[in-house]
């Protein structure tokens, strides 16, 4: 929600971008540490595939598409103007927020 807040406060789309990132280190640590803890109080058998609780599979599968996704999209992203990022990125929101959603 730091993009949306940017913008309205007269923040160019690609300088917002790049000062919401800087949160993603912090957040990315918290999650991590929750799932940690939630992890360690409730253990579960898991089955093969999985190294402690990371499935193998789709770490993989992540690591992969974003990957793709980030070299396919940077040749795009610096061209766009500002105006495009400004409607694209609510609209990837609601993507992800329907996905999430939907398919859990």
């Known amino acids: 929600m730091t ?4 913008r309205r406060r007269g923040v160019l789309m690609a300088e917002a971008a790049g000062m919401a990132n800087v949160l993603t ?3 990315a640590a918290t999650a991590t ?10 253990p ?7 190294v402690g609780n ?4 789709a ?10 996704g980030l070299k396919i999209a940077s040749r795009w992203l610096a061209r766009l ?16 927020l329907l996905v999430m959603s939907v398919w859990g």
């Open 81 to 96: 103007p500002d105006r495009w990022h400004v409607r694209i990125y609510p609209l990837l929101l609601i993507a992800v």
């Open 25 to 27: 280190l912090p957040l």
């Open 44 to 50: 579960v058998a898991l089955p093969n595939g999985f």
């Open 59 to 68: 770490a993989a599968q992540l690591v992969a598409g974003s990957w793709l």
């Open 54 to 57: 990371i499935w193998l599979s």
């Open 33 to 42: 540490l929750t799932w940690l803890l939630m992890a360690w109080l409730s």
């Open 3 to 6: 993009v949306p807040l940017m």
